[in-house]
Antibody
Framework: QVQLVESGGGVVQPGGSLRLSCAAS????????IHWVRQAPGKGLEWVAF????????YYADSVKGRFTISRDNSKNTLYLQMNSLRAEDTAVYYCARDRAVFGFYSALDYWGQGTLVTVSS | DIQMTQSPSSLSASVGDRVTITCQATQDISIYLNWYQQKPGKAPKLLIYDASNLETGVPSRFSGSGSGTHFTFTITTLQPEDIATYYCQHYDNLPLTFGGGTKVEIK
């Protein structure tokens, strides 16, 4: 069965860095684009970034552009999110989610991980 | 950026009731609209894609309709396990954006 498992969350000071990972299994990872979506405590969902199946294209929300970097290692079935210059407003649960379009661009997010909490606080 | 406005933000209904949620986009998004269910402490779950297509395994009491700028999500017969927050999401272009959510409670 399709599984996405995030890791790497934790508490970090403002201005600090953190790298999230998303380990995928149960499907051909190299055929699907993957998103990062975050949810601040008690708030709604915010799309963060997307990477195409082969890593050829990467897209970011304006709120994280220039600070976050999405990447993937298809040989390890793993997605990453490098987060630099973290701010208090980046505090959220971060989810990785598979895009349902095989070899496509963005569409619906059909499988989600359980999320990992990132807290930015001094 | 395309903004998605959901209404109502919350509702209370009885088991067996018909529940309707609307989602309005700030520009024409054709049928590029999805609906998700999120239960407390859990990840969102895809229910409807392309405005009206039921995701595999999702009960048929859930349905979606609409195109352009106005969309509707319906639960025909509310069940206790449907207590959750529901979100619409467009994918006409980037950034993907979600509606603010509709919290559904049992009366």
């Amino acid at each position: 069965q399709v599984q996405l498992v995030e890791s790497g969350g934790g508490v970090v000071q403002p201005g600090g860095s953190l790298r999230l990972s998303c380990a995928a299994s149960g499907f051909t990872f190299s055929s699907y684009g993957i998103h990062w979506v975050r949810q601040a405590p008690g708030k709604g969902l915010e799309w963060v970034a997307f990477i195409r199946f082969d890593g050829s294209n990467k897209y970011y929300a304006d709120s994280v552009k220039g600070r976050f970097t999405i990447s993937r290692d298809n040989s390890k079935n793993t997605l990453y999110l490098q987060m630099n210059s973290l701010r208090a407003e980046d505090t959220a649960v971060y989810y990785c989610a598979r895009d349902r379009a095989v070899f496509g661009f963005y569409s619906a997010l059909d499988y989600w991980g359980q999320g990992t909490l990132v807290t930015v606080s001094s | 950026d395309i903004q998605m406005t959901q209404s109502p933000s919350s509702l209370s209904a009885s088991v067996g009731d018909r529940v309707t949620i609307t989602c309005q986009a700030t520009q024409d998004i054709s049928i590029y609209l999805n609906w998700y269910q999120q239960k407390p402490g859990k990840a969102p779950k895809l229910l409807i894609y392309d405005a009206s297509n039921l995701e595999t395994g999702v009960p048929s009491r859930f349905s979606g309709s609409g195109s352009g700028t106005h969309f509707t999500f319906t639960i025909t017969t509310l069940q206790p396990e449907d207590i959750a927050t529901y979100y619409c999401q467009h994918y006409d272009n980037l950034p993907l954006t979600f509606g603010g959510g509709t919290k559904v409670e049992i009366k």
